[in-house]
Every structure is written in structure tokens, then in C-alpha cells.
């Protein structure tokens, strides 16, 4: 699974030939989250309202980015690392 970015200990990866809905995988402290492009938790919970919080910024900066690794990886190119929010 392809990692797309890792900043303040969370780290954003993205499987290739994954399910709809376009979502990616969040993991902090040993949990693990998935979320939407907008955001929202689909599964899981990183049990921290901060490393959450911190995830949302992260996304409404990058979902463009986000998008086309999606794409990238349903078609089983290589994805782009996406900069971490600093």
C-alpha cells in the first residue's frame, strides 16, 4: 500500500485496486481510519481529536490530489506522494 504522506506522526496511505466510495487509510498510535475525500470517517477512528482534526486539515488542502491518486491507483499506476500539512 502506497504511502502518500506522513506528517506529525499520522500516516496517509492508498491501496490500488481499491472499493468505491474514493477514500484512504489514515493510521496514528497504532489506529487506523478510513476517510472520504471530504473528510469524514468511513471505518475505524484514530482515537484523537486532534490527530482527526488534523487529517481534515490535511485533506481540504489536498483533495485534488487526493482525486487523482485515487484514479492513478484504480488504474494501477504509480501514485504521487501529496506534501504533509506542516
Wanted: no cysteine.
Amino acid at each position: 500500500m502506497p504511502e502518500l504522506s506522513r506528517f506529525f506522526g499520522i500516516i496517509i496511505r492508498m491501496f490500488y485496486d481499491e472499493h468505491e466510495p474514493p477514500h484512504f487509510h489514515a493510521e496514528y498510535s497504532g489506529r487506523k481510519a478510513l476517510f472520504d475525500f471530504d473528510g469524514n470517517i468511513i471505518k475505524g477512528s484514530l482515537e484523537s481529536r486532534t490527530a482527526t482534526k488534523l487529517v481534515r486539515e490535511w485533506v481540504d488542502l489536498h483533495v485534488s490530489e487526493l482525486e487523482e491518486a485515487w484514479k492513478l491507483a484504480r488504474e494501477s499506476q504509480d501514485i504521487k506522494k501529496i506534501e504533509p500539512l506542516k
